[in-house]
């Protein structure tokens, strides 16, 4: 069942990868043409997408935990990763000929993005009392997550940004070294 139940969820996450992934090596390889403008923070919030459908992935094991599950279920599964995908492709800029001004491509994309992530991080709070269980452990970094992409949706303050940008980086170091260590741990704390 856990195959069956990943596959999906699987290659729509795996499309947020290959989102990034292509813009970069179109990036590389129109490097000469490309009159190019670095802005840190959208940069690091790229990085961050491209761990997030990484550690997604590698959270989906954990459904193998779950004893069963109903075809609603499986809809509210899918739709995280299909959140994390349209929050990749409203981040990620296309490559084009002349000019790629990164600080421009965050401005335009940041009210959409932060709207999609913080419905993400919503989602990712739900996910488990949706399959029946409790709150996950890491329910409140999910939601400090959450109140992050909330705060950079509604104000567009250059150092408010900055701050929180180093902060979603602290928060992933954090979530790596407690629960993200052991394929699956979280579904294995989900049924101690």
Same mark, same amino acid.
């Given at each position: 069942?856990?195959?069956?139940i990943?596959?999906?969820?699987?290659?729509?996450?795996?499309?947020?990868?290959?989102?990034i992934l292509?813009?970069l090596?179109?990036?590389?390889?129109r490097r000469?043409?490309i009159?190019?403008?670095h802005h840190?923070?959208h940069?690091s919030?790229i990085?961050?997408?491209?761990l997030?459908?990484?550690l997604?992935?590698?959270?989906?094991?954990?459904?193998r935990?779950?004893?069963?599950i109903n075809? &609603?279920?499986?809809?509210?599964i899918l739709?995280?990763?299909?959140?994390?995908?349209?929050?990749t492709?409203?981040?990620?800029p296309?490559?084009?000929?002349?000019?790629?001004d990164?600080?421009f491509?965050?401005?335009?994309a940041r009210?959409?993005?932060?709207?999609?992530?913080t419905?993400?991080?919503?989602?990712?709070?739900a #996910?488990?009392?949706?399959?029946?269980?409790g709150?996950?452990? #890491?329910?409140?970094?999910a939601?400090t997550?959450?109140?992050?992409?909330?705060?950079m949706? &509604?104000t567009?303050?250059?150092k408010?940004h900055?701050v929180?940008?180093?902060?979603i980086?602290?928060?992933?170091?954090i979530?790596i070294? #407690?629960?993200?260590?052991?394929?699956?741990?979280v579904?294995?704390?989900?049924?101690?």
């Amino acid at each position: 069942m856990f195959t069956f139940i990943a596959s999906l969820a699987a290659v729509i996450n795996g499309l947020g990868i290959v989102r990034i992934l292509s813009e970069l090596g179109e990036y590389i390889r129109r490097r000469d043409s490309i009159e190019f403008t670095h802005h840190w923070v959208h940069t690091s919030l790229i990085l961050f997408q491209l761990l997030a459908h990484v550690l997604i992935w590698w959270n989906l094991v954990a459904l193998r935990e779950v004893a069963s599950i109903n075809f &609603l279920q499986y809809l509210y599964i899918l739709l995280g990763p299909t959140l994390l995908f349209i929050s990749t492709a409203l981040l990620v800029p296309r490559v084009n000929e002349g000019k790629l001004d990164l600080k421009f491509e965050y401005q335009r994309a940041r009210n959409p993005y932060f709207t999609g992530m913080t419905v993400f991080w919503a989602w990712g709070i739900a #996910v488990w009392p949706v399959l029946g269980y409790g709150l996950s452990p #890491v329910w409140k970094m999910a939601a400090t997550w959450m109140a992050i992409m909330l705060i950079m949706r &509604l104000t567009d303050n250059e150092k408010v940004h900055a701050v929180l940008a180093v902060a979603i980086w602290v928060l992933v170091t954090i979530y790596i070294s #407690v629960y993200a260590m052991q394929l699956g741990y979280v579904g294995r704390l989900m049924n101690q």
